[in-house]
């Protein structure tokens, strides 16, 4: 019986606008993951490899639409093709929610990229300045007032880290969370003599898109203590998305567990080998 009532329906044409809807929506994918590829791998700068990011959301869009018009189509006909309609939903959902929630950001958040515990004086790019330089790239120089302004108010939290372990040690422990995160160091120097501050180098991805935000983390002494600061700035773009802070507070978090960590490990005692008792002369 299910046959014979399912057969009017299978011998209805299946709509071609769910076929459009279908099609264009794994177009977008391909061209969304094409550019995401593109951008992580250096093929492209990135600013024109966005630009086929954006041309699959703008497709997506069009698939939606004639989605919509499909779905239309179908209520007044009695065609076919609602499941391919619906699966072009699905995946247009799924291009469109990271945007979204980015979108989101960009309107919550300032436009600020260079983020810094100390904007007074903020840690420097040395090696990395040489990479922050060419059209649409921002230059390696702090961002200045309006930056810090910015930051204070949407990011009061961010401060200078205090350590009670010595420099030697902050910056041991800090370059180890470094190393562990992945970041590609390019260039490292331990406290040394007479200054004794630590300056490490290095280059972080976002996770989608793999944008490069350049981390410069410098370790000085405060007496037997140590002080540590850090900076993290997009390469690219004027906004970063709320981005860099969000590296900053995660590594200062993990760098304070660490040393506090590192601060209740008990000192390991040389042991002191017992004097050698004196030879003893034998009298022939």
Do not use: C
């Not at 000085?220 to 590296?247: I, K, Q, T, Y």
Request: hydrophobic share 45%; glycine share 4%.
């Amino acid at each position: 019986m299910a046959r014979r009532f399912s057969a009017p329906y299978q011998s209805e044409p299946v709509s071609s606008l769910a076929n459009w809807a279908r099609n264009l929506a794994v177009f977008a994918v391909v061209a969304v993951v094409v550019s995401v590829i593109v951008v992580r791998f250096d093929f492209l700068e990135p600013k024109p490899a966005l630009a086929t990011f954006f041309g699959g959301l703008a497709i997506t869009s069009l698939s939606i639409l004639f989605g919509l018009a499909g779905f239309a189509a179908i209520w007044q006909n009695g065609s076919r093709g609602l499941a391919r309609i619906l699966l072009a939903f699905l995946i247009d959902g799924a291009i469109l929610a990271y945007p979204a929630y980015l979108a989101f950001q960009y309107r919550k958040l300032p436009s600020i990229y260079d983020i810094t515990t100390d904007p007074i004086d903020p840690p420097r790019f040395d090696a990395l300045a040489r990479l922050r330089t060419g059209e649409g790239t921002n230059t390696a120089v702090y961002a200045g007032l309006y930056s810090a302004e910015q930051q204070r108010h949407f990011y009061p939290d961010i401060e200078p880290v205090e350590l009670e372990i010595s420099a030697d040690r902050a910056y041991a422990i800090a370059l180890k969370l470094v190393h562990k995160r992945k970041w590609l160091v390019i260039d490292e120097r331990a406290p040394q003599p007479p200054r004794r501050i630590g300056r490490i180098e290095a280059v972080a991805r976002t996770p989608i898109m793999g944008l490069r935000e350049d981390v410069s983390i410098r370790v000085v002494p405060d007496g037997d203590d140590s002080r540590v600061d850090m900076r993290s700035a997009s390469r690219n773009f004027d906004s970063d998305l709320g981005s860099n802070a969000a590296r900053i507070k995660k590594f200062i978090d993990d760098l304070n567990t660490a040393a506090d960590a590192d601060a209740l490990k008990p000192v390991k005692k040389t042991p002191v080998a017992p004097p050698k008792a004196p030879a003893k002369t034998v009298k022939k």
